[in-house]
């Protein structure tokens, strides 16, 4: 059985813990709308949809030329001549059989005409111009084989056949798979609305003077762009000052407007300040630690009347990206009505050494590659630093080493999360 968040205490306790527990913040799906085809790139699908025709839905030529009825052993060497019957152009249907022993003309996309099951392309032909009516010529007639340049009709999918699950993200060939099935409009589920905010006198707007005492305010960015490849809709609070009511008064705001509520930094594990004052006065809250590096310290709850869930990630820029791609992406596709799961795994060869530490799953910043032999490696990018945000700029994966893993020696088998693009 999955324990709550607020069952958890301050105790220690596993990344696939963390993420089971973070699920129960949600209490129900997002809901569902009918969108057009054209605005749905990105959306979660709502229902399984189901190939209502067949593609093609005709068998039809895959060449410009003429189409024949062969034998299934080939013409072999006594027909050459054949008379022509007609034409068929892409857009027309011809329902009327070709004449055994005849042909018609024929272009690419075409439908076959019944007493048709073979097409010849045209650099295979010449024209006879002797004879009365109009005949081809099919040169090297033994080449021929039954079949041949002939798309089937239900070859890319049959009619009935699945085409897309429920909780399919829609990318472009999802787009043109379901546009080629006669989809003008899908039912996905809204996107969930994020609210983020950066909170502390010290911290600056990127284009503002830097004060000697100052910090740019990078958490907020890489959220916002985090939660905008995610599919999110971000609602952006800004920099709240170290002031309670103000805080309060965005909190209370946040809860109304959104369907989660992200911070990062400001509400570690015995740390009393304006923003953790706000959001137990606001709802109730739990705090504990993950077995994890770079993160450990985070936060998570309700927020007012509507139980809003919230989620408080570490203040080191490289803790946010890695606990956001271990625990809130799998909570936004919780949100849309998907199972909690773990980030996509692969398994590469380790090119150095990796350190780790026993009872703690660490996440290295790493850069994999493939050799000659089209195995995959993988490297660290070096200094594991929590603030060095640079890291995350030059790797492409992140290479887990779970709590049972002292380390991993060069040569050795290890897991990788892709961080951007496909394997």
């Known amino acids: 059985m999955t324990l709550s968040c607020f069952d958890l205490g301050e105790q220690m306790i596993s990344v696939d813990e963390a993420r089971q527990a973070l699920a129960t913040l949600v209490e129900r799906p997002l ?5 057009a085809l054209a ?21 039809n030529a895959a060449m410009d030329g003429v189409a024949i009825a062969l034998a299934r052993e080939g013409v072999g060497p006594k027909q050459t001549n054949w008379p022509v019957a007609g034409e068929v152009f892409a857009g027309q249907y011809r329902s009327e059989s070709v004449p055994a022993g005849h042909c018609v003309r024929i272009t690419t996309g075409a439908p076959l005409p019944p007493g048709t099951d073979t097409v010849v392309m045209s650099e295979q032909l010449r024209e006879s111009l002797d004879e009365q009516p109009e005949h081809v010529i099919i040169e090297s007639p033994e080449l021929l084989k039954h079949g041949q340049h002939v798309r089937q009709a239900g070859e890319d999918i049959a009619r009935g056949a699945t085409a897309l699950l ?5 990318d472009a060939a999802s787009l043109g798979l379901l546009a080629s099935l006669g989809y003008a409009e899908v039912d ?16 600056t707007a990127p284009g503002e003077p830097l ?6 305010d990078a958490n907020r960015f890489t959220l916002i762009g985090l939660l905008t490849e ?3 809709e971000v609602v952006d609070l800004g920099i709240l000052p170290d002031d309670l009511n103000a805080t309060k008064t965005a909190l209370e705001q946040a809860a109304k407007q959104s369907d989660l509520v992200i911070t990062s930094g400001g509400v570690s594990v015995g740390q009393a300040d304006f923003t953790r004052d706000a959001l137990e006065q606001l709802g109730r809250l739990a705090f504990w630690r993950v077995a ?7 936060a998570c709850g309700w927020l007012g009347k509507t139980r809003t869930p919230f989620v408080g990630l570490p203040g080191n820029p490289v803790a946010v990206m890695v606990t956001f791609l271990q625990f809130v992406a799998p909570l936004l596709d919780q949100l849309c009505g998907q199972p909690i799961a773990p980030p996509r795994q692969f398994k590469a060869i380790a090119d150095n050494r990796l350190k780790s530490r026993l009872n703690r799953t660490d996440f290295i910043r790493g850069i994999y590659h493939t050799d000659a032999t089209g195995q995959l490696h993988v490297r660290s990018t070096g200094d594991q630093g929590s603030g060095i945000l640079t890291s995350m700029v030059t790797a492409n994966c992140l290479i887990e080493l779970t709590d049972d893993q002292d380390g ?5 088998v290890v897991c990788i999360q892709p961080l951007t693009g496909w394997l």
């Open 31 to 35: 809901a569902i709308e009918r969108i």
């Open 166 to 170: 429920a909780g399919s993200r829609l």
């Open 230 to 232: 995610s599919g999110a």
């Open 39 to 59: 605005k749905a790139h990105g959306r979660l699908l709502a229902a399984t949809l189901k190939a209502p025709i067949n593609v093609p839905q005709n068998t």
């Open 408 to 412: 991993a020696q060069p040569g050795e």
């Open 292 to 298: 994890l590096r770079p993160g450990r310290p985070m």
């Open 211 to 216: 004060s000697k005492a100052g910090i740019y």
């Open 188 to 203: 996905v589920y809204q996107r969930p609305k994020v609210a983020i905010f950066s909170t502390g006198n010290e911290v």
